[in-house]
């Protein structure tokens, strides 16, 4: 609904499961730069992923606004029915700065992202209605039968391939997470929540000054299950072991504090602690 005199287009990121630019835009009351996210260029790759699209597309229309987790503003979402073609118009973040998941973050970019992520489990914690969006799955029998069918000739690949890089004590835990894997991917289901599914740095952006206010980007993984996977993934895979041995009962903490500020009830810190425990498998 505005005029744009010119647009210069410059890719960004490295677009896994899609493609983003960076437009820079000059007219009549634009901003003066946008990320456009569209499909992958591969057409198989976009047939493969349009159910993931589209979820994204949902995500950022009907879910964003009852929640308080932090996402860039939307300008433009459509999609195609029945295709895979969509384009996303979305605020560019700049200056802030992507996590690296390989550097790791320190600890109090590790408690802004928790908080934050508090702010997509407590708004709608346990929230029957949540089963109304069709595409938003449920871990059940069968999923979780074929994860566990899956898991133990990934896990002796994973070992061969890394070899002596992975020490024999890890080697033990990996081969043992395979033989709980399928009852633990349904249990606690009495607490369930929005789950991101990949809360890592690499899909957060932050501020360069070290400032709070952490974004959460690529909601195309979004499930339904245990909040704390999302919270135990995240403190798991940015943390260095020794930094979150001494941060983490301060971290569960900070979390379970937002959830409380968002109206969660009867839910204990120990609880929650517990589940974040238990949620570290993930």
Known sequence: GRRVDSVE????GTGQIGTCYRLALTGDDVPASVLVKLPAADQATRDLLGGA???????????APTVGVRVPAIHYAEMAPG?????????????????D???????EQAHDAVVNLAGLHGPRWSDP???????????????AALLAELAG???ELFIDGLGDLISPEDQVTLREVVGVLESWSLARSERFGLVHGDYRLDNLMFHPDGAHGSVALDWQTLSLGLPARDLAYFV???LDPETRRGAERDL???YHAALTAYGVEGYSLEECWEDYCFAMVQ
Do not use: N
């Open 83 to 99: 295709a895979s073609e969509f384009v996303l118009v979305m605020e560019d973040l700049a200056p802030a700065q992507q996590g």
């Open 236 to 238: 798991g895979t940015s």
């Open 9 to 12: 287009a410059s890719q960004v």
């Open 101 to 107: 998941q390989i550097a790791g973050c320190t600890v």
């Open 153 to 155: 000739p990934t896990t």
């Open 129 to 143: 209605t949540l089963h109304d969006f069709d595409h938003i799955s449920t871990q059940g029998p069968d999923d």
């Open 53 to 63: 699209y589209r979820g994204e597309l949902i995500f950022y229309s009907d879910i």
């Open 252 to 254: 569960v903490a900070a």
